[in-house]
């Protein structure tokens, strides 16, 4: 999704400030979110603070019940 | 620095054979807009295919305008008699954007595929789709007489893909104004109101929005008896998406449809507006066309002698 190879991707990374996605490509994120792990996003978790890095992004999804490793 | 300026900076490394360009109007089969065409022609040898390509919607059509550019002009140096246009209320065209649906746009891809054989005298018809348009591409088979169909990194749900619309400008609200000012339960009332919602600049309404959800891939895709390939990217190596894999069973599978990846990144809903160098993406089409024309056509019409409009299922659009 993102052109970088996953190896350089560390977990804490912010995607927006290392130009890996911005502000308009969260919405490619959410589509994989929902088709991958079937969740469901509301229009208010479209925030930073749930999908800005690999770190926020698995919590966000533990706390919407996806099964993760 | 230098491999990403390549990928970047575009380059062209097509092959050096010359074409000859036109652009001109011709009229719409089903409307008083006019059509803005392009043609992209070999001066050499010429085959006996021709290509129209299908662009995608809105702001991914400016995305990769000049990527459209630079795929026809990479097909005409391969022989193959290229046409493009601008559909309904987008660039050139006469039109509203707002008029604009799927159905309109399978009408515009049929005046298309008919302007490039009486400018060109082509026998067979190839429909060659990115993203949004690979889905009109492959609706427009059936009508268009095309018998060969290549869908590049197509949507495979046409439903989430109106939902994405929804959430695009959700998503300008709330960065615009730092709030969702208008929900999107709430812009789904005025859309069935009959008003339209801006998603970055262009204005979407109701027919369009139904057009989508209300899409039905399957049928047409069964129907589709010829040759066809799906594209997909994949920058690090990855495996078709399983609903791929679906449209290529849909299309009659391995033999009739080839699944290819295509080794490199690309997002349609990043800001960026520029065209990354598609390259790969080019060479990929050119080859899978010049497969198609060393071959015999695979396949044949199964029962589809003629085309029957309610089988293309595309909700109430106009």
Redesign the interface.
Known sequence: MFGSRPEDLEDGMSFLEQGILDSTGVLELVGHLEDRYGVAVTDNELVPANLDSIDRLCAFLGRKGASIQ | VAQTLDRYVETDDSPRAEIREECFFFGSSSSNAALYGRTHLPTGRRRDIGVVMVSPLGRERLRVCREMANLGRHIARAGFPVFRLDYRGEGESGGTFEESTIRTRIEDTVDGANELRGRTGVKSVVLVGLHLGAVVAALSTRLSGADRLILCDPVWSPQ?YAR?LF??N??QQ??YFGE?AV??SVLREQIDAGESMTVYGFPMAAPLIRDLETLDLEGPLREFAWSSAILYFA??NQAPHREILKMSEWLGGEGRCAVRAVPA????????LWTPNLTVLNEAVVSWLQQSDERQLVGSPRTTPAYQPELVRVGSGA
């Open positions: 989430a994405q959430r695009a959700v998503l709330s960065q969702i929900a999107e920058a690090n990144s690309f997002s349609w809903s990043t800001r960026k």
